[in-house]
């Protein structure tokens, strides 16, 4: 199936990756100081589960991106690649080109920073994703999962899961609000995504 293509892909160390971008930086945030914060939330993982973990909101969005292995391979490789956050409108750093477990991520939409972690992957034939979590200054505390799937029909099916609380007083002020601001992003991931799979 199309997924193998991507399940042996070579990728560069992150301490390579986060040397260069040393240069770089964004409001004073530099992708490099990631590697010193830890995860604000305690349910490392929690998007693999079906349940909610206690005081965490739940977010799922599921919509069909296109049809064929091809619109599967474009849709994977603008995943994996972080070209869906950017396409959305976010300034995204990583520290490998390609998702895998312990990636950085720094993500900034205006002025606010929001520092993530991939924390697990999936790399199935016929289904490809990862989750990150979010560290430290990040307004909000919990997990994001994206994924995408090649139905036997030739569907292919993206989907956004996350477990979220707010961990700032800001975010927890705006209440409703912040969950309301989650759900838009997540159908402009799903815009982006087919925008970028489909030819």
């Not at 973990?53 to 391979?73: D, N, S």
């Not at 990583?94 to 790399?123: D, F, H, M």
């Not at 409703?176 to 159908?187: E, F």
Request: charged residues 20%; glycine residues 8%; contains cysteine.
């Amino acid at each position: 199936m199309a997924g193998a293509l991507f399940r042996d892909r070579h990728l560069p160390s992150a301490s390579t990756d986060i040397t260069r971008s040393e240069e770089r930086q964004t409001d004073g945030v530099k992708l490099a100081d990631l590697v010193r914060l830890d995860f604000n939330y305690g349910c490392i993982g929690c998007t693999k589960a079906a349940e909610v973990p206690p005081g965490y909101h739940r977010l799922l969005v599921r919509r069909q991106i296109g049809r064929g292995p091809e619109v599967f391979q474009r849709g994977v490789e603008a995943l994996m690649t972080f070209k869906v956050q950017r396409a959305t409108g976010l300034r995204t750093e990583s520290s490998t080109p390609w998702a895998e477990v312990g990636t950085l991520i720094l993500s900034r939409l205006a002025v606010l920073p929001a520092p993530c972690k991939v924390v697990w992957t999936i790399s199935e034939p016929d289904q490809i994703g990862f989750a990150y979590g979010t560290l430290q200054s990040h307004p909000e505390a919990g997990e994001e999962l994206f994924s995408i799937t090649l139905a036997p029909d030739g569907a292919v099916w993206f989907t956004v899961l996350a477990y979220s609380y707010g961990a700032t007083w800001y975010a927890r002020a705006a209440g409703p609000l912040t969950r309301l601001a989650q759900t838009a992003a997540a159908h402009a991931y799903i815009k982006s995504l087919r925008r970028l799979a489909t030819p």
